[in-house]
């Protein structure tokens, strides 16, 4: 995974060696198998995270409710716990009552999304699905067709396009001024990022912890040192980047967990504004 | 609806805002910098109506972010 300087075996003062942080390089696997087809990567590392993710999201469902019974047992009030706190924090604050038919699909997105973003931590696999681009943007657009859908079965066709246009209290002869700024902000801007923003967390996180190992591995030169005290110095050095890595490893958990409800309750906010109407 | 209202509406403004506030700025500045960009070009000129894009584009997202999350 962190190959930039582990691979080579490089480490300080070692003659002819220099640090290469690790780069973009990590989120661009090399294909296992290739179709040649254009803009593609093939099969990659990122397929095999990808199914583990869903296998994990199937999974805890699967286990957690194939008994169900009304006193509910451990599993069974964890899953639970985890509807009520869609339902409480994000669709009834956002859409009131009416928001309960999407509580299976932010519940489904949300803990999909968790389990792809928490591939970063799993050791073997260690790589965020999220942190390419192509699969927050697959979820990003398929919640903005949902929007459009949804507004459209509410208001028509006319209705939902001049909500999402036309901005209320604004006088006709500022129209022609705010009315291409509002289809630019509601059509492209926020679609994009909300996908961004996922994305570009997760990637910087990621980043973040190969630098905090690759420069820790790098750094690591107990018996190579020139001379005894060099050597533990740089252990010791070693040593900080190791416990940087550990802090933010804690903190990226804490992160993908942030930035999977972050997406979840944007997306609940868009679809209830999309079933409100003009504001 | 009402629920809806108390609980978004009541005391603290939509949470949508934030990122609602900053694509009227940027949708604003890239629109209409990106026509006045256009028409120096069309026109000949070397740097007229993108300014006056990059203003228009400006004080319309402003506007917009006045009329729809400070007045309301």
Redesign the interface.
């Given at each position: 995974m962190y190959s930039a300087a582990s691979e080579e075996g490089c480490h300080l003062f070692d003659p002819g060696c220099k640090f290469e942080a690790p780069g973009t390089s990590l989120f661009f696997p090399n294909p296992w198998l290739d179709f040649g087809l254009p803009a593609t990567s093939g099969i990659t590392k990122y397929t095999l995270v990808l199914v583990v993710a869903l296998l994990v999201a199937a999974g805890f469902w699967y286990f957690t409710t194939r008994n169900a019974k009304v006193v509910p047992g451990r599993g069974q009030s964890m899953a639970e716990m985890l509807v009520s706190f869609i339902r409480d924090q994000i669709t009834?604050?956002?859409?009131?009552?009416?928001g309960d038919k999407f509580i299976p699909l932010l519940l489904t997105l949300f803990l999909f999304i968790f389990s792809m973003n928490i591939m970063g931590l799993i050791p073997g696999l260690q790589l965020p699905v999220t942190s390419n681009l192509a699969f927050p943007a697959v979820l990003a657009i398929f919640v903005f067709i949902l929007w459009n859908a949804v507004g459209i079965r509410r208001h028509g066709v006319g209705g939902h396009i001049k909500a999402r246009l036309v901005?209320?209290?604004?006088p006709v002869w500022?129209l022609p001024?705010?009315v291409?700024?509002?289809a630019?902000?509601?059509f492209?801007?926020?679609p994009a990022?909300h996908m961004i923003r996922l994305f570009a967390t997760m990637f910087a996180g990621h980043l973040l912890l190969a630098v905090f190992a690759a420069g820790g591995w790098y750094m690591f030169n107990l018996f190579g040192a020139p001379n005894a005290g060099l050597g533990l110095l740089s252990a010791g050095f070693s040593g900080i980047a190791l416990i940087g890595f550990l802090v933010f490893t804690a903190f990226e958990l804490f992160i993908m967990a942030v930035q999977a409800y972050v997406f979840v309750?944007?997306s609940s906010?868009?679809l209830?504004?999309a079933m409100?109407g003009a504001? | 609806m009402n629920e809806r209202t108390d609980a978004v509406v009541g005391e603290e403004p939509p949470r949508a805002s934030a990122g609602a506030v900053l694509s009227y700025l940027l949708g604003g500045l890239a629109f209409w910098g990106l026509i006045g960009w256009g028409a120096d070009r069309a026109l000949g000129f070397d740097t007229l109506f993108l300014p006056i894009g990059l203003l228009l584009g400006l004080v319309g997202g402003i506007y917009l972010i006045i009329t729809q999350y400070v007045r309301s």
């Amino acid at each position: 995974m962190y190959s930039a300087a582990s691979e080579e075996g490089c480490h300080l003062f070692d003659p002819g060696c220099k640090f290469e942080a690790p780069g973009t390089s990590l989120f661009f696997p090399n294909p296992w198998l290739d179709f040649g087809l254009p803009a593609t990567s093939g099969i990659t590392k990122y397929t095999l995270v990808l199914v583990v993710a869903l296998l994990v999201a199937a999974g805890f469902w699967y286990f957690t409710t194939r008994n169900a019974k009304v006193v509910p047992g451990r599993g069974q009030s964890m899953a639970e716990m985890l509807v009520s706190f869609i339902r409480d924090q994000i669709t009834r604050t956002t859409m009131g009552k009416e928001g309960d038919k999407f509580i299976p699909l932010l519940l489904t997105l949300f803990l999909f999304i968790f389990s792809m973003n928490i591939m970063g931590l799993i050791p073997g696999l260690q790589l965020p699905v999220t942190s390419n681009l192509a699969f927050p943007a697959v979820l990003a657009i398929f919640v903005f067709i949902l929007w459009n859908a949804v507004g459209i079965r509410r208001h028509g066709v006319g209705g939902h396009i001049k909500a999402r246009l036309v901005p209320g209290g604004v006088p006709v002869w500022i129209l022609p001024v705010v009315v291409p700024i509002e289809a630019l902000s509601n059509f492209v801007i926020r679609p994009a990022t909300h996908m961004i923003r996922l994305f570009a967390t997760m990637f910087a996180g990621h980043l973040l912890l190969a630098v905090f190992a690759a420069g820790g591995w790098y750094m690591f030169n107990l018996f190579g040192a020139p001379n005894a005290g060099l050597g533990l110095l740089s252990a010791g050095f070693s040593g900080i980047a190791l416990i940087g890595f550990l802090v933010f490893t804690a903190f990226e958990l804490f992160i993908m967990a942030v930035q999977a409800y972050v997406f979840v309750l944007l997306s609940s906010i868009y679809l209830g504004e999309a079933m409100e109407g003009a504001h | 609806m009402n629920e809806r209202t108390d609980a978004v509406v009541g005391e603290e403004p939509p949470r949508a805002s934030a990122g609602a506030v900053l694509s009227y700025l940027l949708g604003g500045l890239a629109f209409w910098g990106l026509i006045g960009w256009g028409a120096d070009r069309a026109l000949g000129f070397d740097t007229l109506f993108l300014p006056i894009g990059l203003l228009l584009g400006l004080v319309g997202g402003i506007y917009l972010i006045i009329t729809q999350y400070v007045r309301s």
